[in-house]
Structures are given as C-alpha cells and as structure tokens.
C-alpha cells in the first residue's frame, strides 16, 4: 500500500470536548501528521474537574493532557485550554463558538479534526455542532468514539505505522486518572486500529467521517 505522506506543510486543529478526546480519538493521526511536518493545535475545553475520581486531585487532567500532548510531540505552546464544566456546553453554546471564531482568527488552520455529529455526549455533540458553524470553510474530519456513536461513517482512513499506535499508547498511559474506563487501556487502542486497518488492507488505521474536504 501507498503511505507516501498527503498532508504536509499544514496547520491542524483538533477540537477535543475533554482533555483526552484527542488522544482516543486521533492520537495515531495526530502523531503521524507531525512527522509529515505539519503544526497540530490542540484545544480541549474541559478539565472534567467535577467528574475526577476522589483519589486524584480535582485538576489532574491539566496535568494529565500536558504530558499525554508532549508524548504525542504538540509543542507546549500549541496547547489550548478552557475552563467549562463537564455536561454544561450546551448552556455555553454562544461563549463555545466565540471561543472556537478566536482560535480561527488566531490559529487559521487547514484541517479540523472534531467529535462526531452522531456522538451522543453532550458535549461532544455541542463542539461538534458549533465547530462545523466556526470552521464551514476548513477541511473538516469527524473522528471516532465507538463508546459514544450511535453510528459512524466510515468515509476515510489515515493509514498508521506500529510508532504511531505506540505514540498513541504512550499519550493515553498519562491519563492515569481515566484508567478505570473501560476502553482506557492499549489492548482497546490496538485492537481497534487493527479492524480499522482491516477495512483498509492495512496492520493499522484510524477512520473519520469527512464532513468537508477542501483540496
């Protein structure tokens, strides 16, 4: 198969409702899209602070996303984070997308990676909805969170070396406090990537739902 790199040279955004979103959804993705020279942005709105299991401290997801974005190799200052509470972006709709028109205006990116349309959580739903309304002229993919969609699209896959699943891995072991999750652990993240390489004729791949392509 053809892995010769397609992306290059861009500016990436990736919309993540949560501090780990981005990992689970496009970590492979996003390590892959950094060795092909592009800037990869991250921006995560919450902390998750009032969901945090009592053993941890309250903002240990800040810390957590640093350390998870730096295994990924997101420069420091390429991270963005807000300060909603978990289950309330539906009530901020109108502060969310003008915080999303600033990162626009700010960042200029050529690529959206973003939640489902079809993700059931909340707040998924709301960055996914009100990112398509700041970002209508971006390319725009959709990644994947089986936990939370109802159905899925799979319209395109990025094709994924053993490193970037490894990347991958290595960025979601830092989320030490999310490890009671069911779908928190390597042999998930693997096993996923490999039926999504499957699909492909490939080991390894991540799929997205293509909302918009600008070529």
């Given at each position: 198969?053809?892995?010769?790199?397609?992306?290059?040279?861009?500016?990436?955004?990736?919309?993540?409702?949560?501090?780990?979103?981005?990992?689970?959804?496009?970590?492979?993705?996003?390590?892959?899209?950094?060795?092909?020279?592009?800037?990869?942005?991250?921006?995560?709105?919450?902390?998750?602070?009032?969901?945090?299991?009592?053993?941890?401290?309250?903002?240990?997801?800040?810390?957590?996303?640093?350390?998870?974005?730096?295994?990924?190799?997101?420069?420091?200052?390429?991270?963005i984070l807000f300060d909603y509470q978990v289950r309330t972006f539906n009530f901020n709709r109108q502060q969310i997308l003008d915080n999303l028109i600033e990162l626009r205006k700010k960042i200029q990116p050529d690529i959206i990676f973003m939640p489902s349309s079809n993700d059931i959580h909340q707040d998924h739903h709301t960055i996914s909805q009100e990112g398509l309304r700041a970002f209508k002229f971006c390319t725009i993919f959709c990644y994947e969170m089986p936990w939370n969609n109802l159905t899925f699209n799979t319209s395109s896959f990025f094709v994924l070396d053993e490193k970037h699943i490894t990347k991958k891995i290595e960025a979601l072991s830092e989320y030490k406090s999310q490890a009671h999750r069911t779908y928190a652990n390597a042999d998930f993240v693997r096993s996923l990537a490999r039926v999504r390489g499957e699909q492909i004729a490939t080991k390894y791949a991540e799929t997205f739902d293509i909302i918009r392509w600008i070529i």
């Open positions: 198969m053809n892995t010769t790199p397609y992306i290059k040279n861009k500016k990436v955004l990736v919309l993540a409702p949560h501090t780990d979103d981005a990992e689970f959804g496009c970590g492979g993705t996003m390590a892959r899209l950094l060795e092909e020279n592009n800037e990869v942005y991250c921006a995560a709105f919450s902390a998750c602070e009032q969901s945090v299991l009592k053993e941890f401290p309250s903002d240990i997801l800040i810390t957590e996303i640093k350390a998870a974005t730096k295994k990924l190799g997101i420069k420091p200052e390429n991270l």
